[in-house]
């Protein structure tokens, strides 16, 4: 399903930042952070930075905290290790440092995945949350799945002009219950 804009809301860009979580991937072949990229400023929203670190817990952390603590970065977008393996550790690095959990996009994520690659999508986990009153999503490593993830939730949930709501029109109130970090 897409989604419904108002156009008599203009429309307002966030700041973005992307980080590819790869022992393997390199600046010459990072396809799925190309996506990423591409979109995001295709939609109109301003790419802030973009980086590639190891599946390593402490420096994912490291590289979150950072950019949480930025003031130009609203969201956070990871692509990789939300696999099974021994390596992909990026949701347990996530879940370390969120506020709130966004429970409805991993499940989301997965529903939708289901339509391309039948039961396989159980295998991903990917997740969502709020740290420190930034936003953090976390895709599968692949291109397809970065497509998606953008294509059907975080285009139209990103997008302060979707109805019913979205999540640009909640980003001043992500510090209401007191979580530390920065208040829009």
């Known amino acids: 399903m897409t ?9 307002q860009p966030i700041g973005i930042a992307v980080m590819t979580i790869s022992d393997t991937r ?12 591409q979109r995001l400023i295709d939609a109109g929203h301003k790419l802030i930075s973009r980086t590639i670190v190891r599946d ?6 490291s590289m979150v905290k950072t950019w ?11 692509t990789g290790g939300t696999g ?4 992909d550790v990026t949701p347990e690095a996530m879940r370390g440092l969120f506020d709130k959990e966004i429970e409805g996009f991993g499940e989301m994520f997965r529903w939708l995945s289901h339509d391309k690659i039948g039961t396989s999508a159980l295998q991903s986990r990917a997740i969502a949350g709020v740290t420190a009153g930034t936003y953090v999503f976390s895709l599968p490593g692949s291109p397809s799945a970065c497509k998606d993830g953008w294509d059907m939730i975080l285009r139209w949930q990103l997008d302060i002009r979707h109805l019913p709501c979205n999540f640009v029109e909640i980003m001043p109130r992500l510090m209401e219950s007191g979580f530390g970090g920065r208040q829009s």
């Open 3 to 11: 989604g419904k804009l108002n156009e008599a809301i203009e429309f």
């Open 26 to 37: 390199k600046k010459e072949n990072d396809k799925s952070g190309d996506v990423l990229e």
């Open 56 to 61: 390593d817990i402490v420096e994912i952390q």
């Open 68 to 78: 949480s603590a930025d003031p130009e970065i609203d969201c956070i977008i990871t």
């Open 84 to 87: 099974l393996t021994g390596r």
